[in-house]
């Protein structure tokens, strides 16, 4: 069983037509700091601060590699529910942002959410939190070149799996 934000379920139990995958949250929604985990010191390190707070959790999916940058593939979470750098966390993909560079950024909700847990594709997000959202890479130095729906993002995810 995996903690999923607030209950326990089993990843078996979720069919990968739901798009469910586990992730790792480094920077929890409200943060200004980007975190990442350092392997030599096993500590998580502040590496960015930002000048506004993140729209979402961070972080990155689980068992993912993306040679471009040599770490996992990037990941945005919807919820209004707590979490904390390090938590895994079981999570729907509803889209992906492709970026000029490569480092591409995976969208997704936690299906336990009472806000954002029925959405399943990123465009039944509010045009607001989209654009904040995409606002967030944009001033990051990252082009968004197409956004992809929850279908194309799990193909992308398939890509990148270790």
Same mark, same amino acid.
């Given at each position: 069983m995996q903690l999923c934000c607030t209950g326990l379920i089993s990843r078996d139990s979720l069919s990968m037509t739901q798009n469910v995958l586990l992730t790792i949250i480094e920077d929890p929604k409200g943060s200004t700091s980007h975190v990442e985990?350092?392997?030599?010191? $096993? =500590? +998580?390190?502040?590496?960015?601060?930002?000048?506004?707070?993140?729209?979402?959790? +961070?972080?990155? &999916?689980?068992?993912? +590699?993306?040679? *471009? %940058?040599? %770490?996992? @593939?990037? *990941?945005? !979470?919807? #919820?209004? &529910?707590?979490? =904390?750098?390090? $938590?895994?966390? @079981?999570?729907? *993909? !509803?889209?992906? @942002? @492709?970026?000029?560079?490569?480092?591409?950024?995976? &969208?997704?909700?936690?299906? %336990? %959410? #009472? =806000?954002?847990?029925?959405?399943?594709e990123y465009t039944d997000l509010s045009e607001s939190l989209r654009v904040e959202s995409e606002n967030i890479f944009k001033k990051g130095g990252h082009i968004i070149e197409r956004v992809l729906n929850a279908e194309d993002a799990m193909k992308l995810v398939e890509r990148y799996r270790i």
């Open positions: 985990f350092n392997t030599t010191t $096993q =500590q +998580y390190e502040v590496v960015h601060k930002f000048p506004i707070p993140w729209p979402f959790h +961070y972080g990155f &999916l689980k068992d993912t +590699y993306v040679p *471009i %940058d040599g %770490d996992p @593939l990037d *990941i945005a !979470i919807f #919820s209004e &529910l707590q979490t =904390q750098t390090g $938590q895994e966390m @079981l999570v729907r *993909i !509803i889209g992906a @942002l @492709l970026v000029k560079d490569g480092d591409h950024k995976i &969208l997704a909700v936690c299906p %336990d %959410d #009472s =806000q954002f847990g029925k959405v399943f």
